[in-house]
């Protein structure tokens, strides 16, 4: 790989596993490079057997923050939504206990 002004790059190895099988293609990630500059950069090949192709790729922190996020709120909303829940039930049990002692003293029960 070289840049614009025809330096070499050095290729760094590719912080995400990716692979890919079509039909009889198979391609997989290898190798990876952030630009330093806007330009042309050539990729030279000299392997025969195999095609080389360039793409732009993700970052691992993405990948893994997506995940993450992902899991997340399937695990989170869930979680949230019975803890609100609960504190509904609680809320609502302790004010209906607290009237039905109120109505229960209104009555004036006579004393034995």
């Keep these: 790989m070289t840049d614009p002004a025809g330096a070499d790059v ?3 190895s590719s912080a995400v596993s990716h692979n890919v099988q079509n039909g009889q293609q198979y391609w997989e990630s290898v190798a990876a490079f ?3 500059e806007a330009g042309e950069y050539t990729l ?3 392997d025969e057997a195999a095609t080389y192709a360039v793409t ?3 970052d691992a922190a993405g990948t893994g923050l997506g995940v993450l ?3 997340g ?3 989170l909303f869930p979680i949230l939504g019975l803890l609100i ?3 509904l039930i ?3 049990y302790t004010g209906r206990s607290r009237d039905r002692r109120r109505l229960l003293a209104e009555r004036g029960y006579p004393r034995y």
Aim: aromatic letters at 4%.
């Design 10 to 12: 050095p290729l760094g």
């Design 34 to 36: 952030t630009p330093a």
């Design 44 to 46: 030279g090949c000299s």
């Design 56 to 58: 732009p790729g993700g």
């Design 69 to 71: 996020g992902g899991l």
């Design 73 to 75: 709120s399937m695990f």
């Design 85 to 87: 829940g609960l504190l």
């Design 90 to 92: 609680i809320t609502t």
